[in-house]
């Protein structure tokens, strides 16, 4: 009777939720986000594959940079206090490889369109987002969410989606 109880509360707290925050400030909300784009010079194959290389170093530098954020104003700050550093990590593996165009790291706003993969949707908006282009960038991109966290580790289609209420419900009933 305890659990149904306490789930009856977590589900009111998670409609309560939703409903809140559903049209202003929440997951639908494409101000809620901080995308994280990694562009590729063109999409000759060489290019592409390389973007996944550097798509690789960025991510392990990134995550444990923005995984302590509390809010999104604060993982911005922290993109904004370390772009020459993406950028150096971005070059240093384009040069391993044997690319010479470089990378330029920036953020910005940005339009995108709706997005879905695996059930996870962004809606088409306007996206403050951290763009990495390699070379002229003109290429197929690779992204991510920096905040919050929903990035696709190993393919493009792989979900990695960090859910505290998910993972408090989960510890609850383990």
């Not at 962004?122 to 929903?150: M, S, T």
Request: hydrophobic share 45%; glycine share 8%; net charge negative.
């Amino acid at each position: 009777m305890k659990k149904l109880c306490i789930c009856a509360l977590l589900a009111a707290l998670i409609f309560g939720l939703v409903f809140t925050f559903g049209n202003t400030g929440g997951p639908s909300d494409p101000a809620s986000y901080l995308r994280l784009h990694v562009r590729a010079n063109s999409n000759s194959e060489e290019d592409q594959a390389v973007k996944y290389l550097v798509r690789d170093a960025l991510v392990e530098w990134l995550t444990p940079l923005v995984s302590e954020a509390e809010s999104k104003e604060e993982a911005l700050l922290l993109v904004q206090n370390n772009l020459d550093e993406a950028e150096r990590i971005a070059e240093a593996v384009l040069l391993q490889n044997g690319f010479s165009y470089g990378a330029t790291a920036k953020l910005t706003e940005e339009e995108f369109p709706t997005r879905v993969y695996e059930g996870a949707t962004l809606p088409a908006g306007v996206y403050d987002a951290f763009i990495l282009e390699l070379g002229e960038g003109k290429g197929d991109n690779w992204w991510c969410v920096v905040y919050p966290p929903l990035c696709f580790a190993g393919g493009e289609t792989d979900i990695v989606y960090k859910s505290k209420i998910l993972e408090i419900i989960r510890a609850f009933f383990a």
